[in-house]
């Protein structure tokens, strides 16, 4: 395998799919979802591989692909992986399969579907693994459209709305991003869009363009996680999406804002995240304890959910502003748990929407009579996304918070109420839905099915494992976060 263009093939695995299935008939549905798997399927391998020639000891990135592509203003075609990076490659890879399959609740335009399905995953596995400024703005811009219309084709009542406010708002955020990147070029001797290079030559940057370049990449890179007041959104985005691409708006588009904080925002601009740490640190506790009493407040099944991101990804900003080997790990950490726990989340609403075409958890109660296996991993779930001990969700918050109170101790206290409350709003729902007298008008609702259990198994033996042994992700995942904060002048310990 060696000189083989590996991460090339995890990115453009999708666009070799996308050129296959136009030459299916529209009304060849089932060859259209049996290729798609395929293909899907294939880039997890792909990104299975890429860990077998992965070494994690070392903290820089490897496997790097590099071509000149517009050689006049030197941007290149560079492509990289280290262990931050190939978190979210597996992660983006496990969920487009899985949610590939549960797909199978599309039933019009399906080839156009998945076009544009094959698309996204194309725009988020570049955006993990472009190292050049350019690249990555292209990436990221690749996953707007598709998403635009994943959502307003195939969306609910309220689809054409929602997307337009996704569009709009990370349209808008990128705007700022893109200002941000061609300062970090007309700044840097020799001009150049190249990550690598603009992290050595971080230390020329002034503080006062450090702290408005940050700024505009702020934007950017907020809008996507969800940062309050960026946030709004989310939901309406979430609740209108059909219920796949909740799956990877939620566990992998997300990430990509956090992502771009770590690869780029910190490293390139380190006095700037100095600067900026205690804003960041509010931003994140608000997110925390905002997004769980609004969460609360739901009795939308899918829209809780959602809001429930917005407080989780609260721990990943605070992890980030912490500045410190833990806190990083945190957010890291919480970044992937939460992408395998909330996808699973919406996985599992899907299941319930698909047989009653409700999500008012107030219309359900007593399922747990009649459909006892949805039940056990509906609970189980539910447990790891408030933070059970044991399970994947609590390293993340445990580390995030831990790094957090060493920088920031009244916010992080603070931020601790996001936790009770999210306890609250979990067990309510567990309550309405699972618990009481057995709702008459659902006793013909079938159990889950063998598909739907293959779509979150994978991600139940996930939680579990590094709910018990998290050390699996954190040898991967530490040393190029390590790297980074040495980079920024941080004294490990």
């Avoid at 609740?239 to 588009?253: D, F, K, N």
């Avoid at 996304?385 to 044991?390: E, V």
């Avoid at 259990?453 to 590094?466: E, F, G, K």
Wanted: one cysteine or more; proline letters at 5%; aromatic letters at 14%.
């Amino acid at each position: 395998m060696l000189g083989f263009p590996l991460l090339s093939s995890a990115v453009f695995l999708p666009i070799l799919g996308i050129l296959i299935l136009f030459f299916i008939p529209k009304n060849k549905t089932a060859l259209i979802r049996v290729t798609s798997g395929i293909i899907t399927f294939l880039t997890l391998i792909v990104s299975l591989v890429i860990f077998t020639h992965f070494n994690s000891n070392d903290p820089g990135l490897q496997l790097q692909e590099r071509l000149s592509w517009i050689p006049q203003v030197n941007i290149n075609y560079h492509l990289g992986v280290d262990g931050l990076s190939y978190s979210m490659v597996f992660l983006t890879a496990l969920l487009c399969f899985l949610a590939c399959i549960a797909s199978n609740s599309i039933k019009e335009r399906i080839k156009e579907y998945y076009i544009f399905f094959l698309l996204l995953e194309t725009g988020m596995m570049g955006t993990f693994l472009a190292l050049d400024l350019f690249l990555f703005y292209v990436f990221w811009e690749i996953t707007l459209v598709p998403m635009y219309f994943l959502i307003g084709i195939w969306g609910g009542p309220r689809k054409e709305y929602a997307a337009i406010k996704f569009f709009l708002y990370t349209l808008a955020g990128s705007v700022f991003m893109l200002l941000g990147i061609l300062a970090l070029y007309f700044t840097s001797t020799p001009h150049t869009f190249n990550i690598l290079e603009l992290t050595q030559q971080s230390k020329f940057f002034a503080q006062a363009f450090q702290n408005i370049v940050f700024l505009a990449l702020f934007f950017g890179f907020a809008v996507k996680v969800p940062v309050f007041p960026f946030h709004t959104w989310l939901p309406d985005a979430h609740v209108e999406a059909p219920t796949p691409i909740s799956v990877l708006l939620a566990g992998v588009l997300l990430k990509m804002g956090a992502y771009g904080f770590f690869r780029i925002s910190y490293p390139i601009l380190p006095q700037a995240a100095n600067y900026f740490g205690f804003a960041i640190a509010v931003l994140a506790v608000i997110n925390i304890v905002y997004g769980a009493f609004v969460a609360m407040a739901q009795t939308d099944f899918k829209k809780m959910v959602a809001y429930s991101s917005v407080s989780h990804m609260g721990f990943v900003m605070l992890g980030l502003a912490a500045l410190s080997p833990v806190g990083f790990s945190g957010a890291a950490m919480q970044m992937f748990n939460h992408g395998i726990i909330t996808g699973a989340m919406f996985l599992l609403v899907g299941v319930l929407y698909d047989r009653s075409h409700t999500r008012e958890m107030g219309a359900f109660g007593g399922l747990r009579v009649n459909l006892p296996v949805f039940s056990a991993v509906l609970i189980f779930f539910s447990m790891a996304s408030l933070g059970l001990p044991g399970l994947s969700g609590f390293i993340g918050e445990f580390l995030s918070l831990l790094g957090g109170f060493k920088a920031f101790k009244l916010l992080t206290a603070i931020s601790v109420l996001g936790i009770v409350i999210t306890a609250g709003y979990i067990l309510v729902m567990i309550q309405k839905v699972l618990l009481g007298p057995m709702n008459d008008k659902w006793k013909g609702l079938s159990e889950i099915s063998f598909r739907e259990l293959v779509t979150v198994v994978p991600l139940l033996v996930i939680v579990l494992v590094l709910g018990v042994y998290p050390k699996l992700a954190l040898d991967i995942i530490n040393p190029a976060l390590n790297l980074i904060l040495n980079n920024m002048g941080v004294v490990l310990p």
